[in-house]
């Protein structure tokens, strides 16, 4: 069975960089179609996607954060990463690591998420 | 970016009762619509794929429809456990969007 879990540290400064690592077990992160993504959410907000990775090192960022964002694979250690620079208070949320299924890009596997607050 | 939006934002029902959620895009998507069911201090789980495909495992009193601009969810007969937040999100392209939730209380 799939499981994804996310790691990194559960307060940020502002204007620090934010570092979260997912962890995939039960299943290769070199799978074929899937990609490998990040999804946030504010405390009592909605949804937003991040960005996704495939295994090969492709990316796919959400234009209102790509400046500030950088997704990795390492596919030896079957974990991917997200790195989010400057961040600020509107940054706090819930940060969860999903599988895609490529193609129709549907996220079908989630890991329970971790809350990320920045303050000082 | 494609814009989703949901009706109602939320709705109180009570147990046995059919539940229809709607979900618009700012654009046609054609069916590439997903729907995701939220329950507190939960991750989303996924239900609907491709518009009108239900995920494995998913109960099938779960069924959703439509194409282009306009998405319906329906549960034909709500079960304690499906008092949550519903969220459609689309894939036809990137950035990938949510709509802003539906949730549905207990009446």
């Known amino acids: 069975q799939l499981q994804l879990q996310e790691s990194g540290p559960g307060l940020v400064k502002p204007s620090e960089t934010l570092s979260l690592t997912c962890t995939v077990s039960?299943?290769?992160?070199?799978?074929?179609?899937?990609?490998w993504g990040w999804i946030r959410q504010p405390p009592g907000k909605g949804l937003e996607w991040i960005g996704s990775?495939?295994?090969?090192?492709?990316?796919y960022y959400n234009p209102s954060l790509k400046s500030r964002v950088t997704i990795s694979v390492d596919t030896s250690r079957n974990q991917f990463s997200l790195k989010l620079s400057s961040v600020t208070a509107a940054d706090t949320a819930v940060y969860y690591c999903?599988?895609?299924?490529?193609?129709?890009?549907?996220?079908?596997?989630w890991g329970q998420g971790t809350l990320v607050t920045v303050s000082s | 970016d494609i814009q989703m939006t949901q009706s109602p934002s939320s709705l109180s029902a009570s147990v046995g009762d059919r539940v229809t959620i709607t979900c618009r895009a700012s654009?046609?998507?054609?069916?590439?619509l997903n729907w995701y069911q939220q329950k507190p201090g939960k991750a989303p789980n996924l239900l609907i794929y491709t518009a009108s495909t239900l995920q494995s495992g998913v109960p099938s009193r779960f069924s959703a429809s439509g194409s282009g601009t306009d998405f319906t969810l329906t549960i034909s007969s709500l079960q304690p456990e499906d008092f949550a937040t519903y969220y459609c999100q689309q894939s036809s392209s990137t950035p990938f969007t949510f709509g802003p939730g539906t949730k549905v209380h207990i009446k």
């Open positions: 999903a599988r895609t299924f490529g193609g129709p890009y549907f996220f079908d596997n």
């Open positions: 039960g299943g290769s992160i070199s799978s074929s179609p899937y990609y």
């Open positions: 990775i495939y295994f090969s090192g492709r990316t």
């Open positions: 654009q046609s998507i054609s069916s590439h």
